[in-house]
């Protein structure tokens, strides 16, 4: 099987290396969640003690979060235990999904890639901090305020570990909204006058995907797409830059031919030409080929010779055309007497036999 399209440098890895090869990246994945979860795990009480601070803050006084399953006292931490694992984990598992794709990456495609790990995983844990240091306080102070009279605020630990860890990943994702952005104006799938041209719709997007990954209330959906708004802003920005710096490189490594000034020379009396300074051309004349041309050469008389060959032809092709004209008519001619001959031959015939 051919190398060519494999990056430069590396060779083909068979099916059987790519399994090892994937094989060893997951063993390495589950071995670093698996570690951090038993770091975890004695600690998952004071963990979700910490975690559900934004919320028991409001609570009224003398009541506190329930548990409804019977065995919610122990799977609740524990699964908090394991999810932060992974999150934790996250780095480490990029950074195992970059090195399994690596060997058929360019140099270019690898140098791309680590700035864009480094931003990601720190994005994805400021949108986890901004969601508890920022929103957490904002929606859980509205939603207890907005209980109704004689109604006691009793949230389920259970219920409200998936809305802590829903609301840990939308934010996450949603801080990676530049890397998204500058990925699709580096790739060529955009540029970003059509992104700012499409700001508007954005803007309405961003709204949209705060109203379906929040709970249903203002203040979280405002304080989820505004961010988003301002992110994306800045990977249009960072993405401009780039592209404004790779096409000023681009022109620095490949420069064009000076051939914008030339040495203006000035005649003497005495035949002498005198170098001045330098001017710019008001044309500027393609002379790559200029030693390959006859100066001695009479131009008008080459074209004259081509313009009487041209008419000699044309006439050649006419007479030839005429000739064989004339030779269809005679054919057709002859052929139109043969059959006039016969149609008489079986006239003839025809009466011949009605005199019989």
């Known amino acids: 099987m051919s190398n060519s399209a494999l990056p430069p440098n590396d060779s083909e890895m068979t099916l ?10 997951l063993t390495r994945s589950i071995l670093a969640i698996i570690v951090l979860f038993i770091c975890l795990f004695p600690f998952a009480n004071e963990i979700y003690n910490y975690i559900s601070e934004p919320l028991t803050r409001y609570l009224p006084a003398g009541t506190s979060m329930i548990a409804t399953a019977v065995a ?3 799977l609740t931490p524990f699964k908090l235990s394991f999810v932060l694992a992974i999150y934790l984990a996250m780095p480490f598992l990029l950074y195992q999904i970059w090195r399994f794709i690596a060997p058929a990456l360019y140099k270019h495609e690898k140098q791309l890639v680590a700035p864009i790990l480094f931003f990601s995983s720190f994005l994805f844990y400021a949108g986890g901090l901004f969601a508890y240091y920022v929103v957490f306080p904002l929606v859980f102070g509205f939603l207890s305020q907005a209980a109704p009279d004689g109604v006691t605020i009793a949230t389920d630990i259970t ?7 829903k609301m840990f990943f939308a934010f996450g994702m949603a801080f990676e909204v530049p890397i998204v952005t500058v990925l699709l104006i580096l790739t060529g799938m955009t540029t970003p006058e059509k992104l700012s041209h499409s700001r508007p719709y954005i803007v309405v997007g961003a709204f949209v995907i705060g109203m379906l990954l929040t709970p249903p209330d203002i203040i979280s959906q405002t304080l989820l797409a505004v ?11 960072v993405g401009a830059y780039v592209i404004k710096r790779r096409k000023q490189s681009a022109s620095d490594d490949d420069p064009e031919p000076d051939d914008s000034t030339t040495v203006k020379q000035n005649t003497t009396d005495n035949g002498q030409v005198d170098s001045g300074e330098f001017v710019e051309p008001k044309y500027q004349y393609d002379n ?20 009487s060959e041209m008419s000699t032809l044309d006439k050649q092709y006419k007479k030839d055309q005429e000739t064989k004209k004339d030779k269809q008519n005679r054919q057709a001619s ?5 059959n006039d001959d016969k ?9 011949d036999k009605k005199t019989d």
């Open 227 to 237: 961010p988003m708004w301002l992110l994306f802003e800045i990977g249009l920005l």
């Open 16 to 25: 059987v290396q790519h399994l090892l090869d994937l094989k060893a990246t």
């Open 288 to 307: 790559r080929y200029a030693d390959q041309v006859d100066d001695d050469l009479d131009w008008d008389a080459e074209f004259d010779n081509i313009e």
């Open 72 to 74: 919610s006292p122990f």
């Open 159 to 165: 219920l409200y570990l998936d809305f802590v860890i």
């Open 343 to 351: 149609k008489s031959d079986s006239t003839e015939t025809v009466s």
């Open 334 to 338: 002859e052929k139109g007497e043969i």
